[in-house]
């Protein structure tokens, strides 16, 4: 058992995320906060996704953006972390934990090219 | 592949891929319209852009990582979004003026309709870069661009004045200096030093670097490809000054086409000089619409975390493939659109000079961060150029469209 | 810990990590003390890989313009949990004890 020092915007936030296989699966776009027994926040899990981030604009362009891009958001719980490095490592690939929705949706229809690949 | 070879491939491609149609138009103009007098201004430029494709170069070696996505989490997401941004507008009008510019070599060399050349030339450099794997991408066109070294020879063949060339090495204003051709001379200085400082070539340098699979063990390798092939690849826009001055300035005839550049050519080889002139052009902006538009789509995928890269199927990076196909659709619309493409080339640069110091501020702070690069954080010369371009790139994005107004567009 | 009263201290309405950011942190007089700049935490990694983070502290400083630029180093501080009073708004209230000023801070260990 090692105990680690973090600081979350720093070491965490719009870091990017990499799944147990080492593909892409999106950044921290926002961590979500749990209050524990003694009134602190800790983090409860990583926010991926268009529904987080577009909270970060100013906020007459949050409405506009979600429009645009959805409003979609992952939430990843902190125990799928495996580690927390230069990149943020999950445990699982990003299909268990439905972090390439997107990715599949364009890819179906990229797939339908011929030389798509693999 | 061995090392030496593999190095000389890199300059090689670095040289041949110097020069894109924004400064091969200003070199001219330049040319023509002062003498050799802003020759300093593209050495200038030169030492800017290697100074910044170092440290991006380095900072992907060290990281493993695409520099868009060291950027966000270093300066954050608002301050990274208006970076990504500045740097897409920049790639985007970019690459609408290279399209612009391989569909008026095709139509020098082949005589069809212009609009149908440029939906040609979107078709062929999407199937291009679909089908070729990066390193053949890299290799072919920076290669292929070597073919503008004619430009060199006719340079050297036309006798420049070895006086007048060396003084234009040295800053300092044109001797005629009445206010409006000091305005003008001023524009050219601005639009030049945004030609060869544009940014694409350093963030699409960076993501070749981890498409090539570099690490620390390559910063080396880095330093010394970046700066012999720039600084050879400067060669090529100081010949294009010297042809601006000595072949079109006596003649009282300013290109109006970049195509025209070839006649020079022409003149000293006949056929063979023209074919290698436009061949070299094709291939130049042919080669940095390839590398805009993967620009803009490495920057969206390493901002927002996508798969990325052209060592994976299609397939799995779909968004990143959407995203340079679309690129290079809206820059095939932009120029196809009925808008002058030499008026596509002007506005490309002037508006990449205003978003220059937006797009390099946060590689600087990213290189120079010694908790994100360690030991290979920047040192007292990187940080000190580093400072001193990015005050100077900010000084010409205050003036450039002053400048742009004053001088209507460079038309004096 | 003791409650000052039994009001919710507003410290559940913050449900992630980008609205507590940049909120200012003021004494029980009001006095601005400075800018959230992060959240640090203790994390125990069990020997099967499992990571459970536990609180720290609240780092803060002053939030000038060449600070998020990056230019300057923050002057960090930090200040436990235990000295918060509550969150109302955008505003984060602490006790600071009297006479005795808060930590500075030390930068996290290098990974």
Redesign the interface.
């Given at each position: 058992?090692?105990?680690?020092?973090?600081?979350?915007?720093?070491?965490v936030?719009?870091?990017?995320?990499v799944d147990r296989d080492g593909?892409?699966?999106?950044?921290v776009?926002?961590?979500?906060?749990d209050?524990?027994a003694?009134?602190?926040?800790?983090?409860a899990a990583l926010?991926?996704g268009p529904g987080?981030?577009t909270?970060?604009?100013p906020r007459w362009l949050g409405p506009l953006a979600r429009r645009a891009f959805g409003a979609r958001v992952a939430r990843i719980d902190?125990?799928e972390?495996?580690r927390?490095?230069?990149?943020i490592e999950l445990?699982s690939t990003a299909r268990d934990l439905s972090l390439d929705a997107?990715?599949?949706r364009?890819?179906r229809?990229?797939?339908r090219?011929p030389?798509?690949?693999? | 592949m061995n090392k030496p070879l593999e190095v000389f491939l890199g300059i090689l491609t670095a040289v041949g891929g110097f020069v894109e149609i924004g400064e091969l138009t200003f070199s001219l103009d330049a040319g023509v319209d002062f003498g050799y007098r802003l020759l300093w201004v593209s050495l200038f430029g030169t030492i800017g852009i290697i100074v910044y494709g170092e440290m991006a170069g380095r900072v992907a070696a060290v990281r493993g990582q695409p520099v868009f996505g060291v950027i966000r989490e270093r300066v954050g997401f608002g301050a990274g979004l208006a970076t990504l941004l500045a740097a897409n507008l920049i790639n985007l009008l970019t690459c609408a003026a290279e399209i612009g510019g391989v569909a008026i070599v095709w139509q020098l060399l082949a005589g069809w309709p212009y609009r149908a050349l440029v939906a040609f030339a979107f078709v062929f450099i999407v199937l291009t870069v679909w089908l070729l794997p990066f390193e053949w991408i890299e290799r072919v066109f920076g290669l292929g661009g070597l073919m503008m070294l004619v430009f060199l020879v006719v340079a050297l063949r036309e006798g420049p004045d070895w006086g007048t060339l060396a003084a234009g090495l040295v800053p300092g204003w044109p001797n005629d200096a009445t206010g409006s051709r000091l305005v003008l001379y001023a524009f050219y200085g601005v639009a030049l030093l945004s030609s060869v400082m544009l940014p694409y070539e350093t963030y699409f340098y960076a993501a070749g670097a981890i498409e090539d699979g570099w690490t620390p063990k390559d910063i080396t390798l880095n330093r010394v490809v970046v700066i012999v092939g720039f600084l050879l690849g400067s060669l090529l826009s100081v010949a294009l000054i010297a042809i601006g001055a000595q072949f079109f300035e006596p003649r009282g005839a300013k290109p109006a086409l970049p195509g025209l550049a070839a006649l020079p050519a022409a003149r000293e080889f006949g056929h063979a000089g023209l074919l290698l002139a436009l061949g070299g052009m094709f291939f130049a902006f042919a080669g940095a619409a390839i590398e805009t538009g993967l620009s803009g789509a490495y920057n969206l995928a390493h901002f927002f975390g996508w798969p990325w890269g052209k060592s994976r199927p299609p397939r799995n990076a779909a968004r990143f493939c959407a995203s340079w196909i679309a690129i290079f659709a809206l820059a095939a619309l932009v120029v196809g659109s009925g808008i002058d493409p030499v008026d596509v080339v002007e506005w490309s640069i002037v508006l990449a000079v205003v978003v220059l110091p937006l797009s390099y501020f946060p590689l600087l702070v990213v290189a120079a961060d010694r908790r994100i690069m360690g030991e290979h954080a920047n040192g007292g010369l990187a940080n000190a150029l580093g400072v001193f371009y990015l005050v100077v790139v900010t000084l010409a994005a205050l003036c450039a469209i002053p400048l742009f107004a004053l001088t209507r567009g460079g038309r004096g | 810990m003791v409650a000052l009263d039994r009001q919710d201290p507003g410290i559940g309405r913050v449900k992630a990590i980008s609205a507590l950011k940049g909120m200012r942190i003021v004494d029980e007089s009001g006095a601005l003390l400075g800018h959230v700049a992060d959240i640090r935490v203790q994390v125990r990694k069990a020997r099967d890989g499992a990571m459970t983070p536990h609180a720290g502290s609240l780092v803060y400083g002053s939030a000038g313009f060449l600070v998020r630029l990056g230019l300057r180093q923050l002057d960090a501080k930090v200040i436990g949990w235990d000295a918060v009073v509550r969150i109302d708004g955008k505003r984060v209230v602490v006790r600071t004890a009297r006479g005795r000023g808060t930590r500075k801070a030390r930068g996290a260990p290098r990974r």
């Amino acid at each position: 058992m090692t105990t680690v020092t973090l600081d979350l915007v720093r070491d965490v936030l719009d870091h990017v995320v990499v799944d147990r296989d080492g593909v892409p699966c999106g950044m921290v776009d926002d961590i979500a906060l749990d209050r524990d027994a003694r009134d602190r926040l800790v983090p409860a899990a990583l926010l991926i996704g268009p529904g987080a981030w577009t909270r970060r604009l100013p906020r007459w362009l949050g409405p506009l953006a979600r429009r645009a891009f959805g409003a979609r958001v992952a939430r990843i719980d902190w125990s799928e972390v495996a580690r927390v490095g230069e990149r943020i490592e999950l445990r699982s690939t990003a299909r268990d934990l439905s972090l390439d929705a997107a990715e599949r949706r364009w890819s179906r229809w990229i797939g339908r090219i011929p030389g798509s690949g693999a | 592949m061995n090392k030496p070879l593999e190095v000389f491939l890199g300059i090689l491609t670095a040289v041949g891929g110097f020069v894109e149609i924004g400064e091969l138009t200003f070199s001219l103009d330049a040319g023509v319209d002062f003498g050799y007098r802003l020759l300093w201004v593209s050495l200038f430029g030169t030492i800017g852009i290697i100074v910044y494709g170092e440290m991006a170069g380095r900072v992907a070696a060290v990281r493993g990582q695409p520099v868009f996505g060291v950027i966000r989490e270093r300066v954050g997401f608002g301050a990274g979004l208006a970076t990504l941004l500045a740097a897409n507008l920049i790639n985007l009008l970019t690459c609408a003026a290279e399209i612009g510019g391989v569909a008026i070599v095709w139509q020098l060399l082949a005589g069809w309709p212009y609009r149908a050349l440029v939906a040609f030339a979107f078709v062929f450099i999407v199937l291009t870069v679909w089908l070729l794997p990066f390193e053949w991408i890299e290799r072919v066109f920076g290669l292929g661009g070597l073919m503008m070294l004619v430009f060199l020879v006719v340079a050297l063949r036309e006798g420049p004045d070895w006086g007048t060339l060396a003084a234009g090495l040295v800053p300092g204003w044109p001797n005629d200096a009445t206010g409006s051709r000091l305005v003008l001379y001023a524009f050219y200085g601005v639009a030049l030093l945004s030609s060869v400082m544009l940014p694409y070539e350093t963030y699409f340098y960076a993501a070749g670097a981890i498409e090539d699979g570099w690490t620390p063990k390559d910063i080396t390798l880095n330093r010394v490809v970046v700066i012999v092939g720039f600084l050879l690849g400067s060669l090529l826009s100081v010949a294009l000054i010297a042809i601006g001055a000595q072949f079109f300035e006596p003649r009282g005839a300013k290109p109006a086409l970049p195509g025209l550049a070839a006649l020079p050519a022409a003149r000293e080889f006949g056929h063979a000089g023209l074919l290698l002139a436009l061949g070299g052009m094709f291939f130049a902006f042919a080669g940095a619409a390839i590398e805009t538009g993967l620009s803009g789509a490495y920057n969206l995928a390493h901002f927002f975390g996508w798969p990325w890269g052209k060592s994976r199927p299609p397939r799995n990076a779909a968004r990143f493939c959407a995203s340079w196909i679309a690129i290079f659709a809206l820059a095939a619309l932009v120029v196809g659109s009925g808008i002058d493409p030499v008026d596509v080339v002007e506005w490309s640069i002037v508006l990449a000079v205003v978003v220059l110091p937006l797009s390099y501020f946060p590689l600087l702070v990213v290189a120079a961060d010694r908790r994100i690069m360690g030991e290979h954080a920047n040192g007292g010369l990187a940080n000190a150029l580093g400072v001193f371009y990015l005050v100077v790139v900010t000084l010409a994005a205050l003036c450039a469209i002053p400048l742009f107004a004053l001088t209507r567009g460079g038309r004096g | 810990m003791v409650a000052l009263d039994r009001q919710d201290p507003g410290i559940g309405r913050v449900k992630a990590i980008s609205a507590l950011k940049g909120m200012r942190i003021v004494d029980e007089s009001g006095a601005l003390l400075g800018h959230v700049a992060d959240i640090r935490v203790q994390v125990r990694k069990a020997r099967d890989g499992a990571m459970t983070p536990h609180a720290g502290s609240l780092v803060y400083g002053s939030a000038g313009f060449l600070v998020r630029l990056g230019l300057r180093q923050l002057d960090a501080k930090v200040i436990g949990w235990d000295a918060v009073v509550r969150i109302d708004g955008k505003r984060v209230v602490v006790r600071t004890a009297r006479g005795r000023g808060t930590r500075k801070a030390r930068g996290a260990p290098r990974r």
